[in-house]
């Protein structure tokens, strides 16, 4: 009796061993399956966004390289160009220079200094289209070749651009390229912005950049 209990012991003991094993084996091969499947459909949904908010970029920078390229904006940045590059080197720079520390010294964004450039033909130019886009833009500025402001919607920060990682970036050591500016809160829109900049040129060389600055608060709308 005590073997037959003992045996029968061993069996139910050894069976639920057994069945505790197929019901793990089960329940982990059912999970797994779940994650793979959420796994499967977050990433569809990822790269369904990503190839939409692909689409929506290139079409805006279509848009601006379409408004980089309009005559008025071409013939002001000959003009500038033309006048900075009549100086030296050295002249250049000095006044580059000077200017710039004007502008970061003049807080007063009504001051005739400003107005050159915030309220010239171009910079007037650059305004419509934010109001053709309404709030669709932040800020909208334009630079010539040697990255001194031509025209502006706003009073920007400083005056000279070369310097900056932006700049340089989309200059790509004269080759020139679409550069993406994660420009970050923009007070013109009182909202968070993408910047494009966008190299201009003719006969194969750099002659100016525009940097347009998307409102991403209404980027999908």
């Known amino acids: 009796m005590r073997y037959k209990t003992k045996l029968a012991l061993q069996i139910f003991i050894a069976g639920s ?45 279509k848009t601006n390289q379409t408004l980089s390229i309009t005559p008025i904006i071409v013939n002001a940045l000959k003009l500038s160009n033309n006048t900075f590059g009549s100086l030296s080197e050295k002249e250049r720079n000095e006044k580059i220079d000077l200017q710039n520390e004007k502008w970061i010294s003049t807080d007063d964004k009504d001051d005739a200094f400003i107005h050159e450039y915030t309220h010239n033909i171009v910079a007037n130019h650059l305004k419509k289209q934010q109001n053709n886009l309404r709030e669709e833009y932040g800020e909208i500025f334009l630079t010539n070749k040697y990255g001194t402001l031509v025209a502006s919607t706003a009073k920007l920060t400083t005056f000279a651009h070369e310097h900056k990682y932006w700049w340089q970036g989309a200059f790509n050591k004269g080759l020139g390229c679409i550069f993406f500016d994660d420009r970050g809160y923009d007070e013109s829109v009182d909202g968070y912005v993408l910047g494009i900049v966008i190299p201009i040129k003719e006969d194969n060389e750099i002659i100016g950049m525009l940097k347009v600055n998307l409102n991403i608060i209404r980027f999908n709308q």
Request: without cysteine; hydrophobic residues 40%; proline residues 0%.
């Open 17 to 61: 061993v057994m069945l505790s094993i197929i019901l793990y084996a089960g329940y982990k091969y059912n999970y797994n399956k779940a994650i793979q499947h959420e796994l499967d459909h977050t990433y569809f949904s990822v790269e369904k966004a990503a190839v939409s908010i692909e689409q929506r970029l290139l079409e805006k920078v």
